[in-house]
């Protein structure tokens, strides 16, 4: 530990130095306009206050809970994978052939490490090295070509010192106070609205994904793909929305539990806006849920607890997987291949009256289980309380574990979670940056939250817009008084996030066409498969190779079939306008429904108007925090749906969408042409959303409303 504190000592005594120049820099901002910028942008102060000691810090409810538990858990303790060994050198000996390619692929996962060994210890001082050392050679190459990428980083908050070290790495030039002129790059620390005004280059936040990934939304969200694809989405636990579907949980609850008495499901509520485990709590019957707060009801979802998850050492772990969606038009996502795996710290139970209040044995929130007394800090990726994502996927892969199967079902997983979340982000899109007018292009690190069941589905807890870029942890140095101090592991992982999403967005890099991967492929040779070869060739070639990994569009032909809402969503933001709204007026829906010849004897307009003032209303009711009247998309897509099931009678609720696309498209397009041309810049809301659908049979009834009550608690007890 101590020759890592030496490199960081370095490291930050380097960065310092490079901030003073760019400090000195003539195209900073005026001293004026310096002074407004809060102190926690200056590197040096954020450091000062980061080393200061947090004293008498109040600690978690529960803590005296766990406190009386058993200690001894982490790495000390066999996993229920691994009954024999805790040692994976130990283990590599005995470990049969069958085993060796799931650990192959698992080598290939983890980039910069000496896989030849098989050890999966962290090589990171070595791979820093190399990268310096890389970087010594490369950095004058690259200076010669062109002028070093420009980034602001004066609003980047807690990932500041993970973004620096990346600037470094890459040569890039950094101006930690913004810039009068414009940069090529913004990074924010928590929205695009951080800095206002920008009208050039790259922010590295989408407009409304802070909105998008509240609990609330991102149900609603993934809930109308299930009403469209109820297979396709079945990795996301049933949920409720509160205090709106409280009845409907009540009953449905009760119904299940009269119609099978063996049944004893748990459901975990969490607060609407709430991160970091804050609020949540474990029920086992609708009448614990805490819905009011004072006078006010409670805004939230009430999510079945996934009741069997994989343990590892006897705990509950969960993943971290850091996701960059490079655009919305065209639909680019890359996938980090190094993840964090979040360990509670309280051996695993499955719940029960006693234990529902035990949350380091249920939730694997770090901020809840660095204050329990068990948390293990290590210097090792593949032991302590937070641990490299391929380390567990080594250890289950020795396990013979098809971890090349776990990783696809992954990949799937985020792509489907993206298409869901496109349609609503195009509208956020638009209504901040309109086509024709100037303003930045934006891209997005996501961080998603996956639980592995414990026969290996992934289920998604949660996905993060500001996921922590930290890279150092707090510790406690003596009773009560906590210092922060550089995690290894952190560091590992992130800043490669950083540094690659930096190399992707490059504006260089960016002008390159896109190509889509028309062979397909299946998600399962990600794993295999390295970096596409027009990524690498034009990427600094003495930087480690990318740790993200391209999935869409290289796997367009399994997925495009699902993006039916992205279509509906083109057709609502065509009649929605430019000017700056979210929501459409009843002239707007009238528009749509005469363009696309939806109105006929048995439909009038009258009807129209009623079918809007009543859909309208309804969703005005659930979403109370909206400050704009009129038709959201998640309503318009209901009246769609209403309109397809209306039109088409016969078929599933799929099919009834489909064909009334293809009405409304077909009647669209032809005005289209006797309209003038559109701009030819893509604009995120112009939809590149496949017309034709190349989707497999259409065989279901799915409308998730009328569907019978299954949790998978139930469905795992069978696997
Ligand atoms: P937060 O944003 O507050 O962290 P999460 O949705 O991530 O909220 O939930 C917190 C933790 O609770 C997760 O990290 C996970 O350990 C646990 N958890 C969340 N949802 C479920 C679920 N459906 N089943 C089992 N555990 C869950």
Redesign the pocket.
């Known amino acids: 530990m101590s020759d890592h504190y030496e490199r960081v000592k370095i490291e930050l005594q380097q960065m310092k130095a490079v901030e003073s120049e760019a400090a000195a820099d003539k195209e900073q901002l005026s001293p004026a306009s310096v002074t407004s910028v809060p102190a926690e942008v200056s590197f040096a102060a954020r450091r000062d206050l980061s080393r200061s000691s947090i004293n008498g810090r109040s600690r978690s409810k529960s803590r005296s809970k766990a406190d009386g538990h058993e200690r001894q858990v982490n790495g000390k303790q066999l996993s229920d994978l691994t009954p024999q060994k805790s040692d994976y050198s130990q283990e590599k000996g005995q470990s049969r052939l069958s085993n060796e390619q799931n650990i192959k692929g698992t080598l290939r996962l983890l980039k910069g490490k000496t896989a030849a060994n098989g050890h999966v210890e962290s090589c990171q001082r070595e791979k820093d090295l190399k990268c310096e050392h890389h970087g010594k050679e490369d950095g004058s190459k690259v200076a010669k070509k062109r002028r070093a990428v420009t980034v602001d980083t004066s609003k980047a908050k807690t990932s500041l010192e993970a973004l620096k070290m990346s600037i470094r790495q890459l040569k890039w030039k950094e101006f930690p106070m913004g810039r009068r002129t414009a940069c090529d790059i913004y990074w924010h620390g928590v929205s695009f609205h951080d800095n206002e005004n920008i009208v050039s280059g790259q922010v590295n936040k989408f407009p409304g994904m802070i909105e998008m990934l509240r ?1 609330i939304n991102l149900s609603r969200a993934v809930r109308t793909m299930q009403e469209l694809f109820p297979e396709e989405y079945n990795f996301y ?1 049933r949920s409720w929305i509160l205090p709106e579907e409280y009845q409907l949980f009540s009953t449905q609850i009760r119904l299940l539990k009269d119609n099978d008495s063996t049944l004893k499901p748990t459901f ?1 509520v ?1 607060p609407d806006s ?5 609020g ?1 709590y474990l029920i086992r019957d609708p009448a614990d849920l805490r819905v009011i707060s004072g006078s006010q009801i409670k805004q939230a979802v009430v ?4 009741q069997k ?1 994989l343990l590892i050492d006897k705990l ?1 772990f ?1 993943i971290r997987l850091y996701v960059l969606v490079r655009s919305l038009e065209p639909l680019e996502i890359y996938i980090a291949k190094e993840g964090l795996s979040r360990f509670c710290t309280e051996p695993y139970q499955e719940p029960s009256q006693k234990n529902l209040s035990h949350v380091f044995m ?4 770090y901020s809840l289980n660095v204050h329990s007394g068990n948390f293990v800090h290590s210097d090792s990726c593949s032991t302590g309380s937070k641990r490299t994502f391929s380390s567990v996927l080594y250890r289950i892969a020795s396990k013979g574990v098809d971890i090349k199967k776990v990783w696809s079902d992954i990949i799937a997983l985020v792509i489907k979670t993206v298409i869901a979340l496109v349609p609503e982000l195009k509208v956020y899109y638009q209504a901040d940056i309109p086509p024709g007018k100037p303003g930045p292009t934006c891209f997005q690190i996501l961080g998603f ?1 996956i ?1 592995l069941m414990k026969n290996l589905k992934p ?1 998604l ?2 996905v993060n817009a500001n996921p922590s870029m930290r890279i150092e942890h707090e510790q406690e140095v003596s009773p009560g008084v906590y210092e922060y101090v550089p995690s290894p592991v952190d560091e590992e992982v992130k800043v490669g996030v950083i540094r690659d999403t930096l190399r992707l967005m490059d504006p260089a890099q960016r002008n390159q066409h896109v190509t889509s991967n028309t062979e397909g492929g299946s998600p399962e040779d990600a794993i295999v498969v390295e970096t596409g070869s027009d990524e690498k060739e034009s990427l600094t070639d003495s930087l480690p190779s990318l740790c993200l990994k391209q999935v869409f569009p290289k796997y367009t032909k399994q997925f495009n079939y699902l993006r039916v809402v992205e279509r509906i969503a083109a057709i609502f933001l065509r009649f929605l306008g430019v000017k700056g709204t979210m929501r459409l007026g009843p002239t707007g829906f009238r528009t749509f429904i005469r363009n696309c010849k939806l109105s006929n004897s048995s439909f009038s307009m009258a009807s129209v108007d009623i079918l809007y003032i009543d859909i309208t209303r309804r969703w005005a009711g659930m979403l109370p925090d909206s400050r704009e009247a009129g038709m959201s998309l998640q309503a318009f897509i209901e009246a769609f749906f209403y309109l397809a099931a209306r039109r088409f009678k016969a078929v599933l609720l799929r099919e009834q969408v489909l064909l009334l696309l293809e009405v409304c498209e077909g009647a669209l397009e032809g005005q289209s042409h006797s309209e003038k041309p559109r701009p030819q810049r893509s604009h995120p809301t112009q939809s590149s959303a496949p017309n034709a659908f190349s989707s497999p049979a259409l065989t279901r009834r799915h409308h998730l409303r009328h569907q019978p009550l299954q949790l998978s608690a139930k469905a795992n007890t069978e696997n």
């Open positions: 609990k636990p975990i969490k709430g991160s970091q485990g804050d949540i999510q079945e607890y996934i998850p509950k969960d249920h939730l694997t929130n939250d639980l289920v807890l949660e």
